[in-house]
C-alpha cells in the first residue's frame, strides 16, 4: 500500500471505507498539517484539534475530491482554511501578530536562528502567494520533493517550474525584508526546505485515523463546530473563484455592458456598514476600499477575515491605523501627526492586496502614514511573584475554546493562556506590557480590584496577592508603530 498514490488511497477508502488506506494518508500528511498549523496557531493544542478537524473532512469529502487533485496542495489549502476558522472563533487574531515582537537582521551562518526568526512570518508571507505559487513551494521545500517531481505532480515543464520558484521565494523574501527579517532567497529556501514539516505527536496519528474514519462521529463538540465553520469556508472560497471565472467568460464574450453595471453595484454597496462587526458580513460583502464618516452613532467593532480582508464599523481614525498596519496594541503607538476626529466606518475587501490599498487610502483621506520602529520606553514585565499560587488553576479541559470576561474591577476567564491575561492587562493599564512569566499552561483565572483606583494600583496588587505574579516596571526597546504626517 505504500507504493499507492494518494488519490489511489482517496478513492479506496472513498469506495471501501478503508481504515488501512486512511491510515496510510495520515502517516503520509500529518506531520505537514501539524507543522502548517502549529505555526498559524501558535500552540500545540489547538495546532493538534486542526489537525483531527482537517482529516475529517478529507474523510467526509473524499468521494468528491477530483482524480487531478493534487492532495498535498489540498492538505495545505485545507490546514490554512481550518486554521483561519479557530483563530476567528477564538477571537485570538493576535496570535498571527507576534511579529510584532521581532524586528532584526539575520545572519545567515546559523541557520537554526535563521528559522527561529522566519517561522512566525512563513504562513502569512505564504498567504501573500497564489494557490498554484504555495502549491510548488510546499512540494519543493515542505516535501522537499525535486524539481522534476514537482513539475511533474503539477503538470507543468519544470524551466516554468523553476522559474515560478523563484519568483514566489522573491516574493516571500521582500515580505519578511518588512518584517526586519533580512536574508537572501537561498537562505530562506534553505531554512524552510530544513525546517518546515516537524514530526507530529505520536499518539496524534492514531487518534486521527480512529475518529476521521467515523467522519467525525467521536470527535468532540469544538473539533466538529471547527470542522463546518472550515467547510463553510471552503465552500464560499470555492464559490467566490466561480464567480471570478463567470466574469473573465463574460468579458471575453463581450458582455462588458452587464459587468460595468455590477462594478457600479458594488460601489454602492454598504451591507457592510453594520454592528456589531460580523465576519460573514466581510466575507460576503463586494469588493472595495473605503474610509466613511460612521454611518451609525455608537461603534461597532472592527476584525479581520480571510485573504487579509478588514473593516471597521464606528471606529477612531487611529484604529483605523492600527488595522491597517497590522498592530493590535494601541500602547504601542507614536502619533506624531494629527489625526481627524470623530468615528469612521472602513472596509478592504478585495481578493488579495488589502493591507496596502487601506494603507494607500489612509494617506490620501488622513494624510498620514506609518512605520515600524524599535523604540526604547516605559514597559511592564509580567513575572512570577510566588510561584503555584493558588489563583492559577489549571484549566479542567482542552477541547474549549478560550473564553473571558472583562468588566470594571473584573477579570474572568477559562482556558486563558498567560500571554493572553498580559494583552489584556495591556489593554486595561495603557502601557506594555510583556509576558516575562514563562508559563505556557492554560488557566481558569478570576481576578477582582478596586476600579475607582487611577494609578491602578490595587490592580497590580490585586495580581500578587490572587495569582502570585507581578507587574515590575522597567525600561526596554521594544517595537513602536510611529504615525506621521506623508511626506
Not at 59 to 66: D, I, P, Q, Y
Not at 308 to 334: D, L, N
Amino acid at each position: 500500500m505504500s507504493d499507492a498514490n494518494d488519490m489511489d488511497l482517496v478513492r479506496e477508502f472513498a469506495r471501501d471505507n478503508s481504515e488501512a488506506a486512511f491510515t496510510e494518508l495520515v502517516r503520509r500528511h500529518l506531520n505537514l498539517v501539524y507543522s502548517v498549523a502549529r505555526r498559524c496557531i501558535g500552540n500545540d493544542g489547538d495546532a493538534q484539534d486542526v489537525a483531527q478537524a482537517v482529516f475529517i473532512i478529507l474523510a467526509r469529502k473524499a468521494a468528491g475530491l477530483r482524480e487531478k487533485t493534487l492532495l498535498t496542495g489540498w492538505f495545505y489549502e485545507t490546514t490554512r482554511f481550518t486554521a483561519a476558522r479557530l483563530l476567528r472563533t477564538n477571537g485570538r487574531r493576535h496570535a498571527r501578530e507576534q511579529e510584532a515582537y521581532m524586528q532584526s537582521t539575520l545572519n545567515e551562518a546559523d541557520q537554526s536562528e535563521v528559522w527561529e526568526k522566519l517561522a512566525p512570518h512563513l504562513e502569512a508571507a505564504m498567504d501573500k502567494l497564489s494557490q498554484r505559487d504555495r502549491a510548488l513551494l510546499v512540494l519543493r521545500f515542505y516535501e522537499n520533493k525535486s524539481g522534476p517531481e514537482a513539475a511533474a505532480l503539477l503538470g507543468i515543464r519544470e524551466d516554468a517550474a523553476h522559474k515560478r520558484v523563484t519568483r514566489a521565494i522573491e516574493k516571500l523574501r521582500k515580505f519578511f525584508v518588512k518584517r526586519g527579517v533580512t536574508l537572501t532567497a537561498t537562505a530562506i529556501a534553505g531554512a524552510v526546505s530544513a525546517n518546515s514539516v516537524q514530526a507530529a505527536p505520536v499518539a496524534l496519528a492514531k487518534t486521527i485515523s480512529a475518529v476521521a474514519v467515523a467522519k467525525g462521529a467521536a470527535a468532540t463538540t469544538s473539533t466538529l463546530t471547527l470542522v463546518k465553520g472550515a467547510l463553510k469556508i471552503m465552500a464560499w472560497t470555492k464559490a467566490k473563484m466561480a464567480v471570478v471565472v463567470g466574469v473573465g467568460i463574460l468579458l471575453a464574450a463581450g458582455t462588458t455592458t452587464v459587468t460595468v453595471e455590477k462594478i457600479e453595484q458594488h460601489k454602492a454597496d454598504e451591507s457592510w456598514r453594520v454592528r456589531p462587526f460580523n465576519s460573514e458580513t466581510l466575507e460576503h460583502v463586494s469588493p472595495q476600499v473605503k474610509i466613511l464618516p460612521a454611518k451609525l452613532p455608537r461603534g461597532g467593532g472592527w476584525g479581520h477575515g480571510m485573504n487579509g480582508k478588514m473593516m471597521g464599523t464606528g471606529v477612531t481614525a487611529e484604529t483605523v491605523v492600527v488595522t491597517a498596519y497590522g498592530f493590535w496594541s494601541f500602547a504601542r503607538i507614536i502619533v506624531a501627526a494629527e489625526l481627524p476626529k470623530g468615528g469612521y466606518d472602513f472596509i478592504a475587501s478585495l481578493p488579495n492586496g488589502n493591507t496596502e490599498a487601506l494603507q494607500q487610502e489612509i494617506q490620501k483621506q488622513f494624510g498620514v502614514m506609518a512605520r515600524r520602529e524599535t523604540i526604547e520606553t516605559n514597559v511592564l514585565l509580567l513575572t512570577v511573584k510566588y510561584p503555584n499560587a493558588q489563583g492559577l488553576r489549571h484549566s479542567a479541559t482542552r477541547d474549549e475554546s478560550s473564553q473571558l470576561r472583562m468588566q470594571p474591577g473584573q477579570f474572568s476567564s477559562v482556558n486563558t493562556a498567560i500571554s493572553d491575561l498580559a494583552i489584556n492587562l495591556e489593554i486595561l493599564l495603557k502601557i506594555p506590557v510583556i509576558n516575562e512569566s514563562g508559563i505556557t499552561n492554560k488557566f481558569d483565572i478570576d481576578l477582582e480590584w478596586n476600579q475607582n483606583d487611577p494609578q491602578h494600583s490595587s490592580l497590580k496588587q490585586a495580581l500578587i496577592d490572587q495569582l502570585g505574579l507581578e507587574l515590575v516596571p522597567t525600561n526596554m526597546p521594544i517595537e513602536m508603530l510611529v504615525v506621521e504626517k506623508v511626506k
